[in-house]
């Protein structure tokens, strides 16, 4: 049996993979060692699987064809921890994996990234393989001219002119920088190795291998020949159309790590263990997993493995600068000794998507939160009961939560949790009624209430029943300060146990939106092709902007110019789709003709949608259209409408006159009156 004290040490590992965590990053110092803490099989997995067989030479260079490969994408999506698995591979073949020094990796610092890593293999002196684990990086940090795509050049020439086999992880700026800095330069531009660069660029959002086999030129090349791969990350979501968040969840709640919990005294009251308890159970989860959906389709980006994991860490182990160089266990143990049960409950799960800058659960503004404080103070001080007074006590101090909880984008202030945080919108009135409305009735109507829960509640109502007890103006504030403070614990609990969120209808629409442009068009239904036939047609209202005096669609070309007509209506249709040349799947994309393209997001639909519900259409914020509008008058000025029958033009002067061209046919224009 554990002992009652023992803590446990999985809460430590947790912690260093919070996004300033020493294990936020792969480096290559422990791309030797053990696999990564929460180690889930990819797509990408099995891609580096297969680059390892293929851009070896093999033990008597009996492979010719070496392989290039461009990994591209924004940071913290999983670039590194791939060339870790990759190097794992390697060395189990033989192959001696260190720096352009010739360090081995597992001999640098491990806080050390290496701009390349070199591949040796079989006991030969040369190299025959390079990885560039992170183009952003430079060779040299204090040059006086730091440039990544300058280097990243240098590096593709180096690696084509010796002939060998090259991994590139970067962002898409640094690739177009490199390609659009020395295009211009002909000495460069007719290249072969730089042609790669150019297809790399051009190429889809996907990924594939480019059709070309490209002959080294050079003297003594490891390699005969060569073939071009590319995967781009950017659009791959770990919850859409796959379990990978999942994955991670379950790794992480694993029983192995968590069975010295079980003796604990504390564990009752423990936010960690009860987050994990919570995410143990299917529907928590499920609800947990959509409400992340909503946050990554609202936002239009991808929530990477690094947010994922610094999500799952915060979630199980709480805040670091909570700790300083205390452990997470002994920090529970020291808060349930005081009772401390706020703090405690200030990590709950519920509190950590959407509160986490709430310290307490009191109001984020500190001038508020200290009025919320001094009519709380009367309260306590009108308490019957001694017992509750310590825990209260507590929250007037100064002694806060951390709130600078990491994952800034989703938990930041102002960040995408705050903005579809279900207390900003107008919720069924039913939900009150169970989360709100009578804190006795919440501790009755939830099965999933906690001790730590249920001990929050007995001091709500503690603090409830001495209002009684005041008999001054004062009442109302402190009625306001315990109301707004217990609702935010409550309603947020209620909204993570009923999928609750701002928003919810509509994104979750959208979600199943972009499911159903992933399917190819002769597989869908008629019934999805219905559903994408009405999108289609809200956009179009929504564009066509109707003229009071024509009622004909029309769109304005520029200040002076109107265009309108049965060409408008007919040829200016928009059509929406999940092109993956969107750059990511968390958009739709709005074509037109002429190749025209605008993105269509999340925020866009919700808007659109509440414009199909009769919204006066001067209330809808064009701004957000701007992208589409820009688009379609793009390809109105590419679409030879000049020379289209029944056209109408309707030119201002400076005057205020307006003059209406009319074409009725090929040889004939008319000014209408």
Same mark, same amino acid.
């Given at each position: 049996?554990?002992?009652?004290h023992?803590?446990?040490?999985?809460?430590t590992?947790?912690?260093a993979?919070?996004?300033?965590?020493?294990? &936020?990053i792969?480096?290559?110092s422990?791309? @030797?060692?053990?696999?990564?803490?929460?180690?889930?099989?990819?797509?990408l997995?099995?891609?580096?699987?297969r680059?390892?067989d293929?851009?070896?030479?093999?033990n008597n260079?009996?492979?010719h064809?070496?392989?290039?490969?461009?990994?591209?994408?924004?940071?913290g999506n999983g670039?590194s921890?791939?060339m870790?698995?990759?190097?794992?591979?390697?060395l %189990?073949?033989?192959?001696?994996?260190?720096?352009?020094?010739?360090?081995n990796?597992?001999?640098?610092d491990?806080?050390?990234?290496?701009?390349?890593?070199?591949?040796y293999?079989?006991g030969k002196n040369?190299?025959?393989?390079?990885?560039?684990?992170?183009?952003?990086?430079?060779?040299?940090?204090?040059s006086?001219?730091?440039?990544?795509?300058?280097?990243?050049?240098?590096t593709?020439?180096q690696?084509?002119?010796?002939g060998?086999?090259?991994?590139?992880?970067?962002?898409?700026?640094?690739?177009e920088?490199?390609?659009?800095?020395?295009?211009?330069?002909?000495?460069?531009?007719?290249?072969?190795w730089?042609?790669i660069?150019?297809?790399?660029?051009s190429?889809?959002?996907t @990924?594939?291998?480019?059709?070309?086999?490209?002959?080294?030129?050079?003297?003594?090349p490891?390699?005969?020949?060569?073939k071009?791969?590319y995967?781009?990350?950017?659009?791959?979501?770990?919850?859409?159309?796959?379990?990978? $968040?999942?994955?991670l969840?379950s790794?992480?709640?694993?029983?192995?790590?968590?069975?010295?919990c079980?003796?604990?005294?504390?564990?009752?009251?423990?936010?960690?263990?009860?987050?994990?308890?919570?995410?143990?159970?299917?529907?928590?989860?499920?609800? $947990?997993?959509?409400?992340?959906? %909503?946050?990554?389709?609202f936002?239009?980006?991808?929530?990477?493995?690094?947010?994922a994991?610094?999500?799952?860490?915060?979630?199980l182990?709480?805040?670091?600068?909570?700790?300083?160089t205390m452990?997470p266990?002994d920090?529970?143990?020291?808060?349930?000794?005081?009772?401390d049960v706020?703090?405690?409950?200030?990590r709950?799960?519920?509190?950590?998507?959407?509160a @986490?800058?709430?310290?307490?659960?009191?109001?984020?503004?500190?001038?508020i939160?200290s009025?919320?404080k001094a009519?709380l103070?009367?309260?306590?001080?009108?308490?019957?009961k001694?017992?509750?007074?310590?825990?209260?006590?507590?929250?007037?101090t100064?002694a806060?939560p951390?709130?600078e909880v990491?994952?800034s984008?989703?938990?930041?202030?102002? #960040?995408?949790m705050?903005?579809?945080?279900?207390?900003?919108?107008?919720?069924?009135?039913?939900?009150?009624?169970?989360?709100?409305?009578?804190?006795d009735?919440v501790?009755?109507?939830?099965?999933s209430l906690?001790?730590?829960e249920?001990?929050c509640?007995?001091?709500?109502?503690a603090l409830?029943d001495?209002?009684?007890?005041?008999?001054?103006y004062?009442?109302?504030?402190?009625h306001w &300060?315990?109301?707004?403070?217990?609702?935010?614990?409550?309603l947020?609990m209620?909204?993570?146990?009923?999928?609750?969120?701002?928003?919810a209808?509509?994104l979750?629409?959208?979600?199943?939106?972009l499911?159903l442009?992933?399917?190819?068009?002769?597989?869908?239904s008629?019934?999805?092709k219905?559903e994408?036939?009405?999108?289609?047609?809200?956009?179009?209202k929504?564009?066509?902007?109707?003229?009071? *005096?024509?009622?004909e669609?029309?769109?304005?070309?520029?200040?002076?110019?109107?265009?309108?007509?049965?060409?408008?209506?007919?040829?200016?249709?928009p059509?929406i789709s999940?092109?993956s040349?969107? #750059?990511?799947n968390?958009?739709?994309t709005?074509?037109f003709?002429e190749?025209?393209t605008?993105?269509?997001?999340a925020?866009?639909?919700?808007w659109l949608?509440?414009?199909?519900?009769?919204?006066?259409?001067?209330?809808f914020?064009k701004?957000?259209?701007?992208?589409?509008?820009?688009?379609?008058?793009?390809?109105?000025s590419?679409?030879?409408?000049?020379?289209?029958?029944?056209?109408k033009?309707v030119?201002?002067? *400076?005057?205020?006159?307006?003059?209406?061209?009319? %074409?009725?046919s090929?040889?004939?224009v008319?000014?209408?009156p």
């Amino acid at each position: 049996m554990a002992l009652l004290h023992e803590k446990n040490e999985f809460l430590t590992k947790l912690l260093a993979l919070q996004q300033d965590g020493k294990d &936020a990053i792969s480096a290559p110092s422990n791309w @030797s060692i053990s696999p990564p803490l929460l180690n889930v099989e990819t797509e990408l997995g099995k891609v580096i699987e297969r680059i390892a067989d293929r851009f070896l030479a093999g033990n008597n260079g009996e492979n010719h064809t070496g392989y290039w490969y461009f990994l591209i994408g924004s940071p913290g999506n999983g670039k590194s921890a791939a060339m870790g698995k990759l190097s794992k591979l390697l060395l %189990r073949k033989g192959c001696v994996v260190c720096d352009e020094n010739c360090l081995n990796i597992d001999e640098l610092d491990p806080l050390t990234i290496p701009y390349a890593i070199d591949i040796y293999e079989n006991g030969k002196n040369y190299v025959s393989a390079k990885i560039v684990q992170d183009a952003s990086v430079v060779r040299n940090p204090y040059s006086n001219h730091v440039d990544p795509a300058a280097d990243l050049i240098s590096t593709i020439k180096q690696a084509w002119e010796k002939g060998i086999s090259l991994i590139v992880c970067t962002n898409r700026g640094v690739l177009e920088k490199a390609y659009r800095d020395n295009h211009p330069n002909r000495d460069l531009s007719g290249l072969p190795w730089f042609s790669i660069i150019d297809e790399v660029v051009s190429s889809e959002f996907t @990924s594939g291998e480019l059709k070309n086999t490209y002959k080294f030129e050079g003297k003594k090349p490891v390699f005969q020949e060569l073939k071009v791969g590319y995967c781009y990350l950017d659009n791959r979501s770990l919850l859409l159309g796959t379990d990978l $968040f999942e994955s991670l969840i379950s790794k992480a709640v694993n029983e192995e790590h968590w069975s010295v919990c079980r003796t604990c005294l504390s564990s009752d009251f423990c936010p960690f263990w009860l987050n994990r308890t919570w995410l143990c159970d299917e529907q928590i989860k499920k609800n $947990f997993l959509q409400l992340m959906k %909503r946050a990554e389709v609202f936002s239009g980006q991808v929530i990477v493995f690094r947010e994922a994991l610094a999500i799952i860490s915060f979630i199980l182990s709480g805040c670091p600068k909570d700790y300083e160089t205390m452990h997470p266990c002994d920090w529970v143990r020291n808060k349930v000794a005081n009772q401390d049960v706020f703090a405690l409950a200030f990590r709950r799960i519920y509190m950590n998507l959407f509160a @986490s800058n709430s310290p307490f659960g009191l109001e984020e503004d500190s001038e508020i939160r200290s009025q919320q404080k001094a009519s709380l103070r009367t309260l306590l001080d009108s308490i019957d009961k001694e017992k509750y007074r310590k825990p209260i006590e507590h929250i007037l101090t100064d002694a806060l939560p951390s709130t600078e909880v990491g994952v800034s984008r989703l938990f930041g202030k102002g #960040g995408v949790m705050a903005v579809i945080d279900p207390c900003r919108d107008s919720l069924p009135k039913n939900f009150y009624d169970k989360w709100d409305t009578d804190i006795d009735a919440v501790a009755m109507n939830s099965d999933s209430l906690t001790r730590l829960e249920k001990e929050c509640i007995s001091i709500w109502k503690a603090l409830e029943d001495s209002l009684e007890a005041i008999t001054d103006y004062s009442v109302s504030r402190a009625h306001w &300060a315990l109301k707004r403070w217990s609702s935010n614990f409550l309603l947020h609990m209620g909204a993570l146990l009923d999928a609750q969120s701002a928003f919810a209808a509509e994104l979750d629409v959208f979600t199943e939106l972009l499911g159903l442009f992933a399917i190819s068009t002769d597989k869908r239904s008629l019934e999805q092709k219905t559903e994408i036939y009405a999108l289609c047609k809200k956009v179009e209202k929504l564009l066509n902007n109707i003229s009071e *005096e024509s009622n004909e669609p029309t769109i304005r070309l520029s200040e002076a110019v109107t265009l309108s007509g049965n060409w408008v209506s007919d040829k200016l249709k928009p059509k929406i789709s999940n092109s993956s040349t969107s #750059g990511s799947n968390m958009n739709l994309t709005v074509d037109f003709i002429e190749n025209e393209t605008a993105t269509f997001a999340a925020p866009v639909f919700i808007w659109l949608t509440h414009a199909a519900k009769n919204l006066d259409i001067r209330c809808f914020p064009k701004g957000m259209l701007n992208g589409i509008i820009d688009a379609r008058v793009r390809a109105a000025s590419k679409g030879k409408y000049a020379f289209e029958n029944e056209v109408k033009l309707v030119i201002s002067s *400076e005057k205020g006159e307006a003059f209406n061209l009319v %074409r009725l046919s090929k040889e004939e224009v008319i000014l209408e009156p």
